[in-house]
């Protein structure tokens, strides 16, 4: 849904693009810098307890940083022509990984359990890691097959990342709101899923027609 907001944002930022070019930054490098700030995202997760209900907030930080970077190394690989066929695999990579540690570390810390109790926090935050890998992969496993997915489904990386820090920044002052924040990334994920299943499908055979 934010994918064209995400472009104008593209054409926005092509002074910081051109500052990290001339810092010798790289996609690549720039890609690794976000997925270490995502880990440090989760971390900060992970680590929350009762005692440091800030901790999340120093979590939305980190991850709206490394939102900053994956959306940073594209614009230097596309401006200064260092696109790579690697490049955009290891981004992919790295930005799957981001995604499951935010999830991971909200899981160690219980931060669901305020919402829904400890063992259906648990089944919730699962449900949206399962399902947030599922986005990605149906969109990779469709574009395999020759169908575009850009833009196909209701919650795709950038609305999941709004929605969790969103759902951070009011738990500092209602806990519960975390775990109904990573509720509704499930709900809205396998909403997400259904909708990309029932696109390829009517490619496919708009396509065999």
């Not at 940083?65 to 790579?84: E, H, L, P, W, Y």
């Not at 931060?111 to 969109?139: E, N």
């Not at 509704?184 to 299943?197: H, P, Y």
Request: hydrophobic residues 55%.
């Amino acid at each position: 849904m934010l994918t064209q907001f995400k472009k104008k944002i593209q054409e926005m930022l092509q002074t910081e693009a051109k500052i990290a070019h001339k810092l010798g930054l790289t996609p690549n490098s720039i890609s690794v810098i976000g997925f270490i700030l995502a880990i440090a995202s989760a971390v900060s997760y992970a680590l929350t307890s009762t005692d440091s209900l800030w901790l999340p907030l120093l979590a939305v930080f980190f991850m709206l940083a490394s939102g900053f970077c994956d959306t940073m190394d594209g614009i230097v690989a596309r401006t200064f022509k260092q696109t790579s066929a690697f490049g955009g695999f290891f981004d992919s990579v790295l930005d799957r990984f981001a995604d499951g540690a935010s999830y991971a570390g909200i899981i160690v810390a219980g931060l669901c359990a305020a919402a829904f109790g400890g063992y259906w926090g648990t089944i919730t935050a699962l449900t949206a890691l399962l399902a947030s890998m599922l986005v990605s992969y149906t969109r990779a496993r469709a574009e395999v097959i020759g169908v575009k997915m850009e833009s196909v489904g209701i919650a795709e990386r950038a609305e999941r990342m709004l929605i969790l820090a969103a759902a951070s920044i009011i738990g500092y002052f209602y806990l519960p709101a975390l775990g109904y924040g990573v509720a509704l990334i499930a709900v809205l994920s396998i909403v997400t899923v259904l909708q990309r299943v029932w696109h390829v499908y009517r490619e496919l055979k708009k396509n065999k027609q």
